[in-house]
Every structure is written in structure tokens, then in C-alpha cells.
């Protein structure tokens, strides 16, 4: 990972209604509502992950691996407007992004595995994908759906968030096609509550949290290998 990237604390709790109730009410009164949000704060994403040929990405989370990138594209409200790649990179208990704007031809190309004319971009994160795609094969494997719920401040660029209705493409990487059939990896439609920051938490946002979700313990969720869990891979 390049050393000019920054690092972040990122924890993730299941929540319940309830809490969920409680805490957005309370946040929406002492933080930003995401700009990208409608009149309810929410917006739709749809990401389309990569892996290798080997998997790694999904048996690295699963074994635990301290330092770790996943590859993604990302849309937002099912629109071609903004397309994002992006390299999400953990390094002990920490996290990174990178992201790149990308048109929807270079979008095409990397979905059908194409890394040509990779190889002479400036671009460092283009060129981790051409290494990746030719050494490692990487491709697109999941879609992974879900209703995002944002509240943000500028004090340690804090961001909560509340995602819902997690739901994965399976087998498609038609990342455009609004009528892809999904599935919901959970149950019972469990929601999941995502806080980062850069260094230290504002004191009273940690309190809200201990106040309104005292009782979720934080865990190692990953939207991703949920996605990917009814292809039986665990064994």
C-alpha cells in the first residue's frame, strides 16, 4: 500500500431496530446528513467485488489475515454517472480506500477482465489491477446490494453509517442491470451499523453509542464473504 495513504479506525456492530431508531434520532440532530442522501438519507449502492483465481480475498477474511486488499466497482442509485473503483486495504486493525472515477468504457474492460492497455497507466491503482488481473487473475465474482443510511462530521472526517437490505447478485456481474435477482445472506435482515474515523472519536459521539447500543458487541462483518456464503466455500 503506498505510504501516503491514510488509516482509519473502522468498527461494525449488528444492530437491531430498536437501536437503529434510538441512535439515527439522536445522531440526526448532532451531525451532517450525507449530501447524497434523499429526503429519508439514504441512497442505494451496488458493488461489484473482484478476487483471484484463487479466491484469496474471501479465505484471507475468513483466516484472518492482518493485511489484506479487496477490489470493487461501485455505483451509486443504479446510475452510470459515477463509477468507482476501489481497493479497500486492511493493515492490522486498521483501513484504507483508494478510489478512482472511472468511465463506463474502462468500467466494461475490467468486468470482462480486460487489463489491456493497463500496463502504461500513471495510475497506481490501475496499475495494482493489471498486476493483479495478470498475475493473480483477478475478476469480478458478487454483486453485493445494499441501502445506506449516512451521518458525517468533519471533527476526525467521522462517518457513521446504517446499512440495509443487504442483499447479493450471486453468480451475476451484470453491474448495470437493474433486474438482477438477489438474495438476502441474512436471515432476518439484520442491519449493520459502520463507524470510522480518522485517530480518536469525538467523546460525545462515543457516548451516543454507548448509550443507544450498549449491547452490540463489535464484529468482524463483511458484506462481501456474506455475499458469498451461499456458494459453500467455508469448508
Known sequence: MPANIPLRH??????????????????????????????????????????????????????????????????????DKIIKLECKTKVGTLISKRSLTIPRDLCDQLIAGDPAGLET??????????????????????????????YLHPAEEVRITFDKQLRSGMRSIDLFDPYVPTIPPFEHNEMILEVKFNRVLPPYIRDLLSTYCHDALPSAISKYTWCRAYEGMEA
Open 121 to 150: 497507466t500513471r495510475s497506481g491503482l490501475l496499475g495494482d489491477v493489471f498486476r493483479e488481473m495478470t498475475v493473480n487473475l483477478l475478476r469480478p465474482v458478487v454483486i453485493v446490494d445494499y441501502v445506506r443510511e449516512a
Open 10 to 79: 473502522e468498527l461494525k456492530f449488528f444492530v437491531s431496530p430498536k437501536q437503529h431508531f434510538l441512535l439515527s434520532r439522536a445522531l440526526d440532530r448532532v451531525l451532517w446528513r450525507d449530501p447524497n442522501g434523499d429526503e429519508n438519507n439514504e441512497y442505494h449502492i451496488r458493488s461489484l467485488y473482484f478476487d483471484t483465481i484463487y479466491n484469496n480475498a474471501y479465505f484471507d477474511k475468513l483466516d484472518g489475515v492482518q493485511n489484506r486488499d479487496k477490489y470493487r466497482i461501485r455505483i451509486y442509485n443504479m446510475s
